[in-house]
């Protein structure tokens, strides 16, 4: 039962960004902690609800107990409250810094949400710095090999249910280190890559193996028992216009990717926004990383192009809770720009009509272009709203239209209409002894989905090499 009048008692209180001219300084984790006591009486404000919509399909989709945890934290049981996290959620350090938490906006208590996300954080770390959470070794083999496909979020959970369940797990990933988006991708101020690395630690002494730089290869395949495929939604949306080849054009996570390839190797990255004039075309989560690096890497302006009106400040019919509220909001890189350059660098209802470059295929400027959306819902140039602006930066972070090429062929997977590699029966199993989970099966979503979606397929592949046996 949780404190019955804790969240008239206590307002909410959320981990405190730090200041602005502070953390565009370095890469650094975005967020302070709380003191110890300010997180108890966080955890007090759950009223334990006889109907815990947070736990809800509008809410976690890893289902977590969060109720049960709340309630132990609030009393100092920090251990039993960990024990009953750990139930359902194998990873709560990565979604402790980058879920949305749909659960906080799924609380009973609405817009004052308990900080289910920032307690889950508190309760993983203390366990990791008291030495709570410590290998879990089988204690039995099954003797059977499973493949698992790439090591992003899905890929990484599903790893762990399986070695769990004693199956000898090898992750296949292409990459020259794990995490999939979480290490390539997502930057490190939202998610340090120390927290990836130590997991990913944690997981091998565990018993898993990690075949890296490593593309996977039918042929190799076919020695496993199972094989999971999470090997995420990972093409991007193009603008599908002249000079897209052009130096100084890029996709978002090929420039997230270098400047995290550059924060870890110590060296400058290759690709910097330092004294460029920057122009982002998508005004979502992916663009708003784009501006933050951008800012800190030192660029001379920085511009976020979104092709949708501007979102309401407030839900509106059709949008109720305990539904994601799709409102305004304004992340951490847009406050950054705010802070640095004096105004929100989100312009909207606007895209890039077409890109200038120099001689030697250098983008030198884009003709942005107004849109308006017609009666149909669509949105369409506004002839002479053209303007010329400087950009020597370009960066497309409009979207993933499902899994690459390339891995379709050489798998000789099928994908439906939205590039989903997705069973027609909505399940994991795509045939024989294979599966796919993440992005790969339900589209570009989030770590927690993608969490959620690897453990199911893992429950369908144990089901079936138990049957098999
Ligand atoms: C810039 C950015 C920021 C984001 N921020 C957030 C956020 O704050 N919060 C949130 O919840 N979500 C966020 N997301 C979304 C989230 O990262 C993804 O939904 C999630 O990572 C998907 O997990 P996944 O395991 O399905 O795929 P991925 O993370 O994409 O991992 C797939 C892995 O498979 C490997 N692979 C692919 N093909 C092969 C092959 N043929 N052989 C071997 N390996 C292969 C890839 O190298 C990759 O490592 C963000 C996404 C982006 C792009
Ligand atoms: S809905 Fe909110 S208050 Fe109710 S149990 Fe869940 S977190 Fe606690």
């Given at each position: 039962m949780g404190k019955a009048t804790g969240f008239l008692e206590t307002e909410r209180m959320e981990n405190p960004l730090r200041a602005e001219d502070d953390r565009l300084k370095d890469f650094n984790d975005l967020h302070a902690s709380l003191p110890v006591r300010d997180r108890h009486s966080q955890a007090s404000r759950c009223m334990d609800c006889g109907v815990p919509f947070c736990q809800s399909d509008f809410g976690c989709p890893l289902h977590n107990l969060i109720p049960e945890w709340n309630d132990l934290l609030w009393q100092g049981q920090e251990k039993e409250a960990l024990a009953r996290l750990l139930l359902t959620a194998p990873f709560p350090e990565f979604t402790g810094h980058v879920c949305p938490a749909l659960c906080e906006k799924a609380c009973n208590l609405a817009d004052e949400g308990v900080t289910n996300r920032d307690n889950e954080l508190y309760l993983i770390e203390t366990g990791f710095a008291r030495g709570w959470v410590v290998p879990r070794v089988p204690?039995?083999?099954?003797?059977k090999q499973v493949a698992v496909v790439g090591s992003g979020p899905a890929g990484l959970a599903a790893a762990d249910l399986l070695n769990q369940r004693g199956h000898t797990v090898t992750v296949i990933e292409r990459a020259d280190l794990p995490g999939g988006l979480m290490m390539y991708g997502i930057p490190n101020m939202k998610l340090p890559k120390e927290i990836v690395e130590r997991r990913i630690r944690l997981m091998e002494a565990e018993g898993i193996s990690f075949l890296l730089n490593t593309e996977a290869d039918p042929d190799q395949l076919r020695a496993f028992d199972a094989v999971i495929l999470c090997c995420g939604s990972r093409r991007p949306r193009s603008?599908?216009?002249?000079?897209?080849?052009?130096?100084?054009?890029?996709y978002a996570v090929d420039y997230l990717t270098c400047a995290t390839r550059g924060l870890l190797s110590g060296s400058a990255p290759v690709l910097s926004a330092s004294g460029r004039h920057c122009i982002v075309v998508g005004g979502g989560d992916t663009g708003n990383d784009c501006v933050a690096t951008a800012l800190r890497q030192g660029a001379s302006s920085v511009t976020q192009l979104e092709m949708m009106p501007k979102p309401c400040t407030a839900r509106v019919p059709g949008n109720p809770w305990p539904e994601w509220p799709r409102t305004l909001r304004t992340d951490y890189g847009q406050l950054e720009a705010i802070s640095v350059l004096g105004s929100d660098p989100r312009v909207y209802e606007t895209t890039v009509g077409s890109i200038q470059v120099d001689e030697h295929n250098r983008i030198r400027s884009v003709e942005t272009v107004r849109l308006k959306r017609t009666p149909e819902g669509r949105m369409e140039p506004i002839p002479g709203s053209e303007r010329i602006v400087p950009c020597d930066l370009l960066l497309i972070a409009a979207g993933f239209i499902g899994c690459e090429e390339q891995t379709l062929r050489t798998l000789s997977l099928e994908a439906d209409a939205r590039g989903r590699v997705l069973p027609a029966d909505g399940s994991h199993a795509l045939g024989g002894s294979w599966f796919s989970a993440g992005d790969l099966r339900t589209g570009q979503s989030l770590v927690v989905r993608a969490v959620a979606d690897g453990r199911a397929a893992a429950h369908e592949a144990d089901a079936f090499l138990a049957a098999a046996h």
């Open positions: 204690s039995r083999r099954t003797g603008l599908n216009l002249p000079h897209m080849d052009a130096e100084g054009v890029h």
